[in-house]
């Protein structure tokens, strides 16, 4: 009778090393997501500090070249009348080897740095390099209206900026 009165009872084991796991399983991943969080959050920050110093490198080298182009310009502007000396000293000899020679060499020196005359002669008239200062009569009839007949001082250009635009006559 002893064995009728026992019962076997089933007991689940619970080992609370498998709860602790879980629980550090849980720590864990959310640490890893943070440090995930924080990596894209570096991650970015670098790539804005990155493009915001290639801008600042290319904005330097924009301001560089615009200070050069500035200065080129301007002894540019004021070497022209010494050219427009020269051109009137030839139109007066225009025999003279000596002013011929200082002629092409200031036109060679304007070459080298990227100056260049505005051709007129013949063109018809555009505004953004050309200033009409007299209007004459056709010379012929094929001669277009607004055609440029004479030009009474050249223009020139630096690249693509006009120095000074050519003074012209037009014809009606």
Known sequence: MENENKKEVE??????????DEVATDKQSEIIEQLN??????????LRVA???????RRASLDIE????????GVAEKIL??????NAALKHSPDDEGIKTMQRATESA???IGITKIESIGQI???????????????DEETPTNTIVDEMQTGY?????VLRPAMVVVSK
């Open 37 to 46: 969080n924080k990596i894209a959050e570096l991650n970015d920050k670098y």
């Open 157 to 161: 250009m630096f690249a693509d900026n």
């Open 110 to 112: 304007f070459a080298q």
């Open 66 to 73: 615009s200070v050069s182009r500035n200065r080129v310009m």
């Open 51 to 57: 493009a915001e110093l290639e801008n600042t490198r």
């Open 11 to 20: 007991i689940e084991s619970v080992s609370v090393d498998d709860k602790h």
């Open 81 to 86: 009348p010494v050219m427009d000396a020269i």
């Open 125 to 139: 008239l555009n505004p953004q390099f050309h200033n009409a200062i007299q209007m004459v009569d056709k010379p």
